[in-house]
């Protein structure tokens, strides 16, 4: 039996396509393995969204190829007009992956049972200066309603208990078919009534009240990952963002009020190459300044067919600066958020069993441990009382198993 190893570079829509490679292949007879060493076919879904994120997928292939593997290219990376693939190696886009091996089965779930990733779209409309992603994503299409809904009944009919929607720009989603993100989640809602749906990232210029009442109706989980890239307008208008910061600062009132769990998270790039000093204060005291559950923070990377990548960039050791404030601030502000629901009962998935600790995920994002009962197992809803904050997770008590 061919054994196949895929490795998977950046967002979560790539992670979802990863999977649904592995589903296919695994239908096709092929064994998916946990190390690329036992494996005779490797994929590599690439990314290109940072010079790193593209460094790392090429030398990731030439490994590979170079030690007469075999290796099938595909994702963002093989969308570069200046690459093409070393020896051994195939660039296919997924669908041609799936036309190049023959199913002997049904493709069957394969990600963890319990928490899926679906996406309900990819590519992007927008332009914004310093990103990529237009370019090797294409243009923004949706996925048909009825296929998402019949992806999402195998899941649940083999016990998907949440579900991640995933897309590069899920809040434009409906926008050719008259329809739009808030109702096909409250669609979804009426016909899945005991799944648990998690928004991930939506643009800010996508919130509107009836995304708030999504969470205020408790129809999502109450978590979701609101992009700002920059505390300063002038730099958000100088990246082109969808936004103004005032749109960014309502969208983030409005859906922290909307249910009292409410954890957001967000991006920022640092070093911007406009981006002087007072621009970075101002992110820096805005992210000081709101009660964020995360803060990803992103050294800025010069991309090749971007409007910014003519811009010149700024010296290293100024962004590398930048980068250590906020690194600092982004670490207390996690601990923060956590230590906010000491002593309060939060929903909660348990998705291992360790010995007698149970760890998982809160609805609201937030890594848990606890000593475990013989009744909890991996999958189990449970009500948590967190008792103090370690290493970034809350340590808790398991109340109640639901
Ligand atoms: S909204 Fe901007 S940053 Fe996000 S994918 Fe589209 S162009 Fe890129």
């Not at 190893?5 to 393995?33: D, M, P, W």
């Not at 928490?115 to 309900?120: H, T």
């Not at 958000?236 to 009292?260: C, G, I, V």
């Amino acid at each position: 039996m061919r054994k196949f190893y895929i490795k998977t570079f950046g967002c979560r829509l790539n992670q979802y396509q990863s999977e649904k490679i592995r589903e296919h292949l695994s239908a096709c007879n092929l064994l998916s393995v946990s190390s690329p060493d036992e494996a005779d076919l490797i994929i590599v879904n690439g990314c290109v969204v940072t010079h790193r994120g593209e460094r790392d997928t090429r030398k990731y292939i030439q490994k590979y190829s170079r030690q007469g593997k075999q290796v099938i290219a595909t994702g963002c990376y093989t969308n570069l007009p200046y690459v093409s693939p070393p020896p051994n190696t195939s660039f296919f886009t997924v669908e041609e992956i799936k036309k190049n091996f023959s199913l002997v089965s049904e493709p069957k779930s394969l990600q963890s049972r319990h928490r899926i990733l679906i996406g309900i779209q990819e590519g992007c409309n927008f332009r914004c200066t310093y990103c990529i992603v237009p370019f090797v994503r294409g243009r923004a299409r949706d996925r048909k309603k009825e296929e998402i809904f019949t992806e999402i009944e195998t899941y649940v009919a083999k016990g998907a208990k949440e579900i991640v929607i995933t897309g590069t720009e899920i809040g434009g989603y409906g926008k050719k078919s008259n329809s739009n993100l808030a109702s096909l989640i409250r669609d979804l809602k009426k016909k899945f009534p005991e799944l648990k749906i998690r928004l991930s990232s939506i643009l800010p210029l996508y919130v509107t009240d009836d995304i708030i009442l999504l969470f205020e109706d408790n129809i999502v989980l109450p978590h979701v990952h609101l992009p700002l890239q920059s505390g300063s307008q002038k730099v958000l208008k100088e990246m082109k963002r969808p936004y103004k910061l005032e749109r960014f600062l309502w969208a983030f009132e409005k859906l922290y009020e909307a249910h009292p769990h409410m954890a957001i998270g967000t991006d920022i790039i640092v070093g911007y190459p406009t981006e002087t000093d007072e621009d970075f204060e101002m992110t820096y005291e805005l992210i000081k300044k709101l009660p964020f559950a995360y803060v990803h923070v992103f050294l800025y990377s010069r991309r090749p067919f971007t409007e910014a990548f003519t811009i010149k960039e700024l010296p290293y050791e100024v962004i590398k600066k930048r980068e250590q404030r906020l690194l600092e601030l982004v670490k207390y502000k996690k601990k923060a958020f956590i230590e906010k629901f000491i002593d309060r009962t939060l929903l909660a998935m348990v998705e291992k069993i360790q010995g007698d600790m149970a760890s998982g995920t809160t609805e609201n994002y937030i890594k848990f441990v606890a000593k475990s009962t013989n009744k909890v197992h991996a999958g189990s809803y449970v009500k948590i009382r967190v008792l103090y904050s370690e290493n970034y997770r809350a340590v808790s008590e398991i109340l109640k198993l639901l």
